[in-house]
């Protein structure tokens, strides 16, 4: 996340907060939002995805900001409030119809299943596979590192089963993680076009180099068209994601900069204690990342505020690092 060019002046009223969570400060020039979890730093290289099948995760337990690197920061580019009313995704607007159908599972003969009617199974693979495939085309043209989640189909939809509210469920969790490809696809499209990634392709008459790439492979017009319109491409604060944390002086070894974050709308927050509040002010190029220290006295007013003697002084603490 090296940092290129001078951060602009942050709107601390408007645009900025700063927070408190798990007792350390974070601050976002970009997000207002107050309700916020963010996580404790998890310095493993465990996968997020690893234990999927086992633990029945859904995608709620990723509606929330992720502290970046390279293999799994894209989850910040996941929307919160995603829409499916158009291409490619129209198909997901609706509860899937569902059947009984007399399958033979055992000696006894045949068992009554429910499992989706064959159009609606038919769409729903063919709307996987699509973004599956352009994920894994971006991915491998441009060289961008990063974990592919489970595909939807893991998670049941595909799948009969003997309890019609059990195959409703598992419908609407495979449903929903169709958002998280989303955020990925969402991701590849925009780092794709970064100068570090983006160097032997040249857009032609405005047409982004992505575009054009999966063009090449095969991917219809139609599909890419409603892609542009999609929540996939609108980068606009309007479209509210996830968001990435970070600490800003151990950031210098990334290939995107904090201000790729900020031009994207990508929501940001960092660690702000007196190690980074030193960093930011040192650096030039960081310096209207500082806050007002009025907003940080505001945060560790609130916290203090009920909290015991050991709490202040732990929280105290963290703050002189």
Request: include cysteine; glycine fraction near 4%.
């Amino acid at each position: 996340m090296s940092q290129r060019t001078d951060i602009p002046q942050v709107n601390w009223s408007t645009d900025g907060s700063v927070i408190v969570s798990n007792g350390r400060i974070f601050v976002s020039p970009n997000s207002k939002r107050r309700d916020v979890n963010l996580p404790p730093e998890q310095p493993s290289l465990t996968s997020p995805f690893q234990y999927h099948k086992e633990k029945r995760i859904t995608v709620h337990a990723f509606n929330r900001p992720v502290w970046w690197n390279n293999l799994w920061g894209w989850l910040g580019f996941m929307p919160l409030s995603p829409s499916f009313l158009s291409v490619p995704f129209q198909c997901l607007t609706w509860k899937p119809k569902v059947e009984e159908a007399q399958i033979n599972t055992s000696k006894d003969g045949p068992e009554i299943r429910y499992r989706m009617v064959t159009d609606d199974l038919t769409t729903w693979t063919n709307t996987e596979n699509s973004i599956i495939q352009a994920c894994s085309v971006l991915r491998l043209a441009y060289k961008i590192p990063g974990e592919m989640p489970p595909r939807p189909s893991e998670f049941g939809y595909s799948a009969p089963l003997r309890s019609l509210n059990g195959f409703n469920s598992r419908a609407t969790i495979s449903r929903d993680w169709f958002v998280v490809w989303m955020g990925f696809l969402s991701y590849l499209i925009c780092i794709s076009q970064h100068p570090d990634y983006n160097r032997k392709y040249k857009a032609e008459n405005g047409i982004p180099t992505w575009f054009k790439r999966l063009q090449q492979e095969g991917m219809g017009d139609k599909w890419l068209e409603g892609l542009v319109k999609s929540v996939v491409c609108d980068f606009d604060s309007s479209v509210p994601r996830n968001g990435v944390i970070f600490k800003l002086s151990e950031s210098e070894s990334n290939a995107v900069s904090v201000d790729w974050f900020l031009k994207h709308n990508i929501p940001i927050w960092f660690l702000f204690d007196s190690k980074e509040e030193k960093w930011i002010k040192n650096n030039r190029l960081l310096r209207n990342l500082a806050p007002p220290q009025a907003m940080v006295n505001d945060a560790l007013r609130e916290l203090f505020n009920g909290s015991s003697v050991m709490v202040k002084t732990i929280i105290n603490l963290s703050y002189l690092n």
